[in-house]
Structure formats: C-alpha cells, structure tokens
C-alpha cells in the first residue's frame, strides 16, 4: 500500500471513529428520543458527518505527494480546519438542542436553546435559568398575575410568534401540572386516526403504563408525549397527534 493510500485511509479510520463517538453523544445527550426528527437536525447532521469522514480524507489522499516540501504543512492544516469545521458544527447543534418541553394549553411545545426568551433573569426560578446539557427538560408554564404583563406576552405572541413556552420567568415544576393534564390528555386510541395501526400498537406495546398521551409542538414534526395514570410524561414517541 502506497504511503499516500495508507495515510488517507488512517485519516478515514480515524475521522470515521470520532463522528461515531460524536453521533452517540449529540444522539444520547443533546437529541434524545426522536428530538432529531422533531428538530429537524437529522439532514444537517448527516451531511456534516458525511463531509467529516468523506471529505477530509479525500483531500489528505489529493494532497500528499512524498518529498513535497510542504507536506507536513498542508496534512496538519487538513487536520486543523477538520477540527475547526467540527467546533463549528458543534456550536450550531448545541445551539439548536432541545432545552425545554413546555407544557402550554392542550399541548406540549418543544423549546430549543438558542429560542428562549428571557426579559428578567432575576424573575426566572432557579431551577429554569439555565438549561441542562444532557437532554431537554419537562416543565409547566403559567400566565403572569400581573395583567400588563400578560397583555405585553400575548401581543408579542401574536405579533413576534414568541410563546409562553419561550419564557423560563413562567415556568413552572412540572408536577404542578398533572392534574390539568390528566384532565387534557387524550386516549390512545385517537392515535390509529393518524398513524398506522400497527405502528401504534408497536408503540403501545412498548410503553405498557400509557394511559394516554398530550401532543408534542415541534419545530418541524410534531409528536406525541405518553403519560402514565399518575400524569407523569413518560416519552416522547414518533406518532403523530393530529393530520
């Protein structure tokens, strides 16, 4: 095997491993569940893995010619701008990571990073100020007592598209809220009217304490949030809750 053909194909082994390790974090950690349908990441994702262990390796194999006074140069600025590109690709995921499922009215909305809004921090619970690192976080929402404040929210609503999923200052534990999810939550046999039978059954057989289930909001396929007799949500699954 040619020093150039053994090089890239190092390259590629290499590259190949850190984007699988990468995938399994981002997968397990940032998009849990069927977050990256739901976000609609999953295009995105492929193509920058696709670039990451195709693209860089490619050149390597282009670039190297033994004797070449700027050999050295040219394999560590590869290595450099991959890492780069990786940094980069990196900050927009964990940007674009769902922080938070908010339960809204009838229905859960799903909350990324970079979509939160927040006009007084000091007014935020310290539970909400920030969100985790390892995969969105169930939460209530609640409308603010003060009646200017309310009107300001529901004019920005209208006006800016910025929902009370969006404010942390009305957040709220999520256990506040079982009692009026139960009483919202709809039955699963409303699933089969949107989804195929036996997709729902496999769902169902898989979750055996469902007891019913809230719609999902999503920034690109809506989804559906099992609950259990106690109106604690148990996951999110990929049916869809309304045509």
């Keep these: 095997m040619k020093k150039r053909t053994k090089y890239s194909f190092v390259h590629f082994i290499l590259s190949l491993f850190l984007a699988l390790t990468i995938a399994v974090f981002i997968k397990t950690q940032w998009y849990p569940s069927s977050l990256f349908k739901a976000t609609g990441v999953l295009p995105i994702f492929i193509a ?4 990451q262990v195709v693209l860089w390796p490619l050149l390597s194999l282009f670039v190297y010619k ?4 700027s050999l050295r140069f040219d394999l560590i600025s590869i290595v450099i701008v991959q890492l780069g590109f990786w940094m980069f690709s990196l900050y927009g995921l964990a940007q674009g990571r769902p922080a938070w499922v908010a339960y809204t009215f009838e229905r859960f909305e799903l909350v990324k990073a970079n979509e939160i809004v927040i006009a007084d921090l000091d007014s935020v619970n310290s539970d909400f100020k920030s969100p985790t690192w390892t995969g969105p976080q169930f939460v209530g929402t609640t409308l603010s007592e003060d009646a200017e404040v309310r009107s300001k929210h529901l004019l920005e609503e209208v006006l800016g598209g910025i929902s009370i999923a969006q404010r942390p200052e009305q957040y709220v534990g999520i256990d506040i809220m079982k009692d ?6 709809q039955s699963l046999a409303e699933l089969s009217k949107y989804n195929e039978i036996s997709k729902v059954d496999k769902v169902i057989a898989s979750y055996p304490d469902a007891h019913g289930y809230i719609p999902l909001r999503a920034q690109k396929v809506d989804m559906v949030i099992l609950l259990d007799n106690s109106g604690t949500p148990l996951q999110i699954v990929d049916l869809r809750p309304w045509e």
């Design 48 to 51: 920058i893995i696709i670039v």
């Design 66 to 69: 033994e004797n070449k006074k």
């Design 180 to 185: 009026r999810m139960l009483k919202e939550q």
